[in-house]
């Protein structure tokens, strides 16, 4: 039979941390589920952690490929996946064991499509961080409607922490875009789109690693360029699948001047290595204000006058106030 949750983990020169995100799915009060997990040309001791994993665990299988990128590697894992279930876990995060079982009894309950629970940010020895994340916008229950919805997919843009329903994620073409970083940021906002049901579990069940140094997510200006291309890409598929309309526009919009905004703390040097990116987002939106309606529509007016007359070097500057 097949089972219920698949847990899906990309893995690259993991070894100092996969070893603990195995033990901790081992100890899952919940067993109905299949652990797969890619290893992208790892050069460590990472392929005889895993082979080690399948010996002790039969519900874990791996393959290992070339190194194609995260992106790659995550539409591999969604085309071996069995369960009803997605569970996306990184390598070097861990897990409480009430996990998948509170996450399967919520999107059951419910029938969400997608599933989610509060988290602890730990630092790279293992301990929680002072400043935790579970405060912020990033837990608002999404009230219905495209702009909500966007702005909540926009605030949550990570795979981890979640359950998401496997047919309807396939049937929708959730695919995450090669050969950039940042490659769970548009697949979330549209499955929030997409989503009839979204499901929350009130605890901190997941353990996101902060701290680690190697992580993509550490470096700012990659993962500035990562969101603000696909941000501009964003806007085309929207169109493409019939979800661009006035409350998609605007809450773009917003999203797309913060990713232009984010470039102000880079020097002259990288901004001009990525000009013809920040041209091309700084034309997309001043292109999709005609669709803004009413305040939102004279706000953006305004910003792109007020870049016209003091030049477009100032739209660090404007970006920040009007984001």
């Known amino acids: 039979m097949k089972p219920q949750i698949s847990v899906l983990i990309p893995v690259r020169n993991a070894e100092k941390y996969l070893p603990l995100c195995l033990s901790c799915l081992a100890k899952q009060t919940f067993t109905d589920f299949e652990i797969i997990c ?10 005889a952690i895993l082979k080690q994993g399948a010996k002790e665990d039969p519900r ?18 969604v085309q071996k996946a069995q369960g009803k279930y997605l569970a996306f876990v990184d390598a070097d995060d861990f897990i409480f064991p009430a996990y998948l079982e509170k ?10 499509e997608i599933t989610k629970c509060f988290f ?4 790279e020895n293992g301990f929680p961080r002072v400043q935790e994340h579970c405060h912020s916008s990033f ?3 999404c009230a219905d409607g495209d702009g909500a919805r966007f702005r909540g997919g926009y605030e949550d843009s990570v795979l981890w922490g979640k359950l998401f329903l496997r047919e309807w994620f396939v049937k929708h073409q959730f695919e995450f875009w090669t050969g950039r970083v940042a490659e769970d940021f548009c697949v979330v906002i549209l499955a929030y789109l997409y989503a009839k049901k979204i499901a929350v579990v009130p605890e901190k069940l997941y353990c996101y690693r902060k701290g680690n140094a190697s992580a993509i997510t550490a470096n700012s200006y990659n993962m500035a360029v ?32 913060w990713g232009i905004c984010r470039f102000r703390k880079f020097s002259a040097a990288k901004r ?11 034309t997309a939106a001043r292109e999709s204000v005609s669709l803004c309606g009413g ?16 030049g477009k070097r100032s739209v660090y500057f404007w970006s920040k106030l009007f984001r």
Do not use: H
């Open 60 to 77: 874990l299988r791996f393959t290992t490929q070339p190194n194609k990128g995260i992106a790659a590697t995550r539409n591999a894992l």
């Open 103 to 112: 996450l399967y009894q919520a999107a059951e309950a419910e029938r969400a």
């Open 139 to 141: 837990y608002r229950l």
């Open 272 to 282: 001009q290595e990525q000009q013809e990116l920040l041209a091309r987002a700084f």
């Open 295 to 310: 305040l939102s529509y004279l706000r953006w007016r305004v910003f792109f006058l007020l870049v016209k007359l003091c």
């Open 226 to 257: 990562g969101a603000l291309l696909n941000l501009v890409d964003l806007k085309t598929d929207l169109i493409r699948r019939q979800k661009w309309n006035r409350q998609t526009a605007q809450e773009w919009m917003r999203a797309t001047v």
């Open 120 to 123: 602890y940010e730990v630092e």
């Open 38 to 47: 890619i290893d992208s040309a790892s050069t460590d001791n990472t392929l």
